[in-house]
Structure formats: structure tokens, C-alpha cells
């Protein structure tokens, strides 16, 4: 029997549904155990355990525990079958892998950043309109690089989706449900990427369970 693939994490994580893209993108099977790092469950002796910074996602493959999700994507892209999300030459992987530390880095405080001023203020600190602002110019400027990153290529890396798509298109999901989606994302060839993006069975499938 093959090992079992377990996710602790929840579906509204961002990192978590990266991780479940990629599952999807593989078609691999999954269980997925929750830990609501939102309501304070990463920081629960039983999650530190499995991840000593209390983050979600964590995989365990057969015994394998894996934290971090460019590690964890990594992994689970070269042990599944399927079409690679890592390109074969050095350049896009190059590209690749500059764009997730970029979402990784810059990307996904400022973005999330955005999403929280208007969707949970409350475990934001509250809501801080300078700060709003900032986070709104830096995850312009976070945007404007991974275009410029993709130049004439449909994908951030290529002809071909990559795990950096993965990992940008669930945070954007969340820049998309607040009133700052238009100035966030006018930004010159942003809407053929995302447009993309959405379109990908993997996007539609991990799509979250909002209460
Ligand atoms: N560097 C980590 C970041 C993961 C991360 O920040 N996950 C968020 C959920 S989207 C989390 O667990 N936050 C809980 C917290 O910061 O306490 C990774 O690549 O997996």
C-alpha cells in the first residue's frame, strides 16, 4: 500500500491551498487534519510538535513530516507522477523560484495585509489606515515584479504553470473579495495572468469554505 499523504493545515490558509494545488494538479490523494491557526490552534503543544514555529502547512508522508511550503511543494512535486510544476531548464526554474521568494518574502505580508484590513480586521491588530496604504503600494510593487518577471510568457515562469503560480493565485484569491482588487490589480498584463490562474482546475477545486 502506497504511504499516506496527511495536511495539517485549513482550507483557508493560503500556504495550505498552494500545497493543495499541487495535490490537485497531481491528482493525489489527501486527508487533510484541521489545525484553525486563526482561532489559535497552531500554538497548541500538539501542532508545535509537528511545527516548532506553529504555521500550517505541515505534510507527513508516511512518517515523512515536512514543514514549510516551498519545501513541502518541492517534495511532493518530484515523489508524485504527473506533469512537473518545476521547469527543466535553469532560467524558468530560475524565475520560478525568485518569484515564490518573492510572494514568500514581500508578497504575502503585504497582500494579506490588504485582505485583513477589510475581512478580519480584528486579528489584524485593527485597522490601521496608514499602514492599509502601505501594504496597498507594496503589493502593487510585489505585482508589478512578477509581471515583469514573466515578460511575454502566459505563466510567472514560462509557457507552463509552475509552483510559482501556485503560490501567488491563493493569495490574490483574497486581495479579489475586498474593495481594493481594482487599484491592487490594475497594474498593465496582471489580468491575463489572473485570468489564467483562476481558470486552473486546481484553483476552482481548493477553493475555501468562507463561514
Ligand atoms: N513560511 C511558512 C509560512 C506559513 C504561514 O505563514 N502560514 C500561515 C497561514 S496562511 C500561518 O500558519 N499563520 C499562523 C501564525 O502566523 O501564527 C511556509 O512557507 O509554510
Redesign the pocket.
Known amino acids: 500500500m502506497p504511504d499516506t499523504l496527511t495536511v495539517y493545515g485549513f482550507d483557508a490558509?493560503?500556504?495550505?491551498r498552494t500545497v493543495r494545488m499541487v495535490l490537485a494538479e497531481k491528482g493525489a490523494a489527501y486527508s487533510l487534519v484541521p489545525v484553525n491557526?486563526m482561532a489559535g490552534e497552531?500554538h497548541q503543544p500538539e501542532h508545535l510538535a509537528r511545527h516548532p514555529f506553529?504555521?500550517?502547512?505541515v505534510l507527513d508522508h508516511g512518517g515523512l513530516r515536512i514543514?514549510?511550503?516551498?519545501a513541502i511543494a518541492r517534495y511532493l512535486n518530484d515523489v508524485l507522477p504527473g506533469r512537473s510544476l518545476v521547469p527543466g531548464n535553469p532560467r524558468d526554474r530560475a524565475r520560478m523560484d525568485v518569484a515564490m521568494s518573492i510572494v514568500?518574502a514581500y508578497g504575502y505580508p503585504a497582500m494579506i495585509g490588504v485582505a485583513a484590513y477589510h475581512l478580519f480586521p480584528d486579528l489584524a491588530g485593527g485597522k490601521n489606515a496608514a499602514m492599509h496604504e502601505a501594504n496597498v503600494e507594496r503589493s502593487r510593487q510585489v505585482l508589478t515584479e512578477l509581471i515583469k518577471l514573466r515578460g511575454v510568457d502566459p505563466w510567472i515562469a514560462g509557457s507552463e504553470r509552475t509552483l510559482a503560480d501556485l503560490f501567488l493565485a491563493p493569495i490574490c484569491f483574497y486581495v479579489g473579495l475586498t474593495d481594493d482588487a481594482a487599484r491592487v490589480f490594475a497594474l498593465p498584463g496582471f489580468t491575463e495572468w489572473w485570468d489564467l490562474a483562476q481558470g486552473l482546475q486546481s484553483y476552482k477545486a481548493t477553493m475555501p469554505h468562507l463561514g
Open positions: 490558509s493560503t500556504y495550505v491557526v497552531g506553529g504555521k500550517v502547512p514543514i514549510e511550503t516551498g514568500d
